[in-house]
């Protein structure tokens, strides 16, 4: 049987925010069924909470400094960050075994248009970017796509030529139409569709959400999260997380059409359907917004996927990171990952079978990182004479802990090293301090750990006098 490929995502979508998963107040009923009939990834977690490095990431099946994507897709840094053509990514694998390909949605993985022109014909501005036909659309065929821009309610986007389109309507509503119209078109072809959907929201500015969601919470009284600090539980946050969840209760609303869809189409069977995120958001836990951190509601991601009748429903426990996303889709899709993926095929433990990595077990930890990646660090770092990616933060993640060593975002800051006990610790309000001279076996493995992905990527990240290989 002839297996399709569904894979949608949201920006900026944390774990929390499902109701299946009992925490947020959002109200999303055609997730939670979709849950129910689906593998539930627990412990589902950005490598890189930020948008280009993980997209990176799921693209490739590599770690995101291996495939140069130290920040996201901008402007204003010396060098241009892009996701390069020499790549192999799944699009091009699923292209090769004779996959219809599209993408809808925001893409950032190319470089921004402002970087060669300040005044590009396709009216790119900022980070945004028109990636046209050919080898930088990484296998996609259909394209509908743009690089990064938040006019959440007035979205532009490309196809085949510079001209921009302008629907008038709200993002994820507009891609919804189009990727149903993709997967109409396609649904009684011998050839098998893979497409691939990026919503932006509830990625911020968090206010520009249509009013008949944002109607249902304005009023809502939030029940904040313990590590939310007592003088952040006002406005403007309690207006940003009502936004937020109405958000996320849009996308549900969007997310059922295509369940709808799938249903009435005949679908549910011979397609693979995946909903995830590329990072999530800290919404004022620990006192911060946004994501880029290694904290739970920063990392932690919403992994689900569903083939009625292949897949059985349940929840999956191992350490799932970005990387192995795309050896993962194409084992559960019956093709042989590419040697030079850097993640792990779960596809065989998913299945209850042997999958591609018979001679080892699944990873029981997994990498994290961050680098410095504003203008004014890097500039920063350059000044010093020092290089800003030897910076930032590292760390390991296990289902019961996660390790951090941080070197600091300005030259000359202090070495800070923490392990957080995340199941007696659900919040992380209580991290362990570890000094440098720190010889606990504990500690001593996540160092060890930490250097091996360190070594693997060739990160030159600084370890002082810690290499636990000397």
């Known amino acids: 049987?002839?297996?399709?490929?569904?894979?949608?995502?949201?920006?900026?979508?944390?774990?929390?925010?499902?109701?299946?998963?009992?925490?947020?107040?959002?109200?999303?009923?055609?997730?939670?069924?979709?849950?129910?009939?689906?593998?539930?990834?627990?412990?589902?977690?950005?490598?890189?909470?930020?948008?280009?490095?993980?997209?990176?990431?799921?693209?490739?099946?590599?770690?995101?400094?291996?495939?140069?994507?130290?920040?996201?897709?901008?402007?204003?840094?010396?060098?241009?960050?892009?996701?390069?053509?020499?790549?192999?990514?799944?699009?091009?694998?699923?292209?090769?075994?004779?996959?219809?390909?599209?993408?809808?949605?925001?893409?950032?993985?190319?470089?921004?248009?402002?970087?060669?022109?300040?005044?590009?014909?396709?009216?790119?501005?900022?980070?945004?970017?028109?990636?046209?036909p050919g080898e930088r659309r990484a296998g996609f065929d259909y394209w509908l796509s743009y690089g990064a821009c938040d006019e959440h309610l007035a979205p532009h986007y490309w196809q085949d030529d510079e001209r921009q389109i302008r629907p008038g309507k709200w993002s994820a509503e507009f891609e919804t139409d189009k990727a149903i119209e993709f997967m109409e078109k396609r649904k009684a072809d011998e050839a098998p569709f893979a497409l691939f959907v990026s919503y932006n929201p509830p990625h911020l500015p968090y206010e520009l959400v249509p009013e008949k969601y944002d109607r249902e919470f304005r009023d809502l009284e939030v029940v904040w999260r313990a590590n939310v600090p007592q003088q952040m539980r006002g406005e403007p946050l309690l207006s940003q997380t009502r936004h937020y969840f109405a958000a996320v209760t849009g996308i549900d609303e969007q997310f059922g059409r295509i369940l709808s869809f799938l249903e009435r189409a005949g679908l549910e069977e011979n397609t693979l359907v995946v909903l995830s995120a590329d990072h999530g958001d800290m919404l004022g836990s620990q006192g911060l917004m946004s994501k880029n951190v290694w904290y739970e509601e920063s990392i932690h991601i919403p992994l689900l996927m569903r083939q009625k009748g292949r897949l059985e429903p349940g929840e999956y426990r191992e350490i799932f990171a970005s990387p192995d996303h795309m050896p993962t889709l194409l084992?559960?899709?019956?093709?042989?990952?590419?040697?030079?993926?850097?993640?792990?095929?779960?596809?065989?433990?998913?299945?209850?079978?042997?999958?591609?990595?018979?001679?080892?077990?699944?990873?029981?930890?997994?990498?994290?990182?961050?680098?410095?990646g504003s203008e004014a660090l890097v500039s920063c770092f350059a000044r010093a004479g020092l290089t800003h990616k030897a910076y930032g933060w590292r760390g390991i993640k296990t289902r019961e802990y996660t390790y951090v060593l941080h070197n600091g975002y300005r030259p000359g800051e202090e070495q800070r090293e923490w392990l957080y006990h995340d199941e007696e610790d659900k919040y992380q309000l209580s991290p362990r301090r570890i000094d440098a001279d720190c010889q606990d076996e504990e500690i001593l493995h996540f160092r060890k750990k930490l250097w091996e992905y360190l070594a693997l990527t060739q990160d030159p990240f600084l370890w002082q006098e810690r290499n636990p290989q000397k």
Request: with cysteine.
């Open 331 to 372: 084992g559960l899709l019956g093709i042989r990952p590419p040697a030079v993926c850097q993640g792990y095929d779960h596809s065989g433990m998913i299945l209850n079978k042997e999958g591609t990595n018979e001679s080892e077990s699944p990873p029981q930890e997994m990498f994290l990182c961050s680098y410095p």
């Open 1 to 132: 049987m002839r297996q399709n490929l569904l894979y949608i995502f949201a920006d900026q979508w944390r774990y929390q925010a499902l109701g299946a998963h009992g925490e947020d107040q959002v109200r999303t009923p055609n997730m939670d069924r979709f849950a129910a009939e689906s593998v539930d990834f627990g412990h589902a977690y950005s490598t890189f909470p930020l948008c280009s490095p993980h997209r990176a990431s799921l693209m490739t099946g590599k770690y995101p400094f291996s495939v140069g994507m130290w920040t996201n897709c901008k402007t204003g840094l010396e060098e241009k960050i892009m996701l390069k053509p020499q790549e192999t990514c799944i699009g091009n694998v699923l292209k090769e075994y004779g996959y219809q390909t599209g993408y809808i949605g925001k893409w950032h993985l190319d470089a921004s248009e402002q970087n060669f022109d300040p005044a590009p014909k396709s009216g790119a501005r900022e980070w945004d970017a028109y990636t046209p």
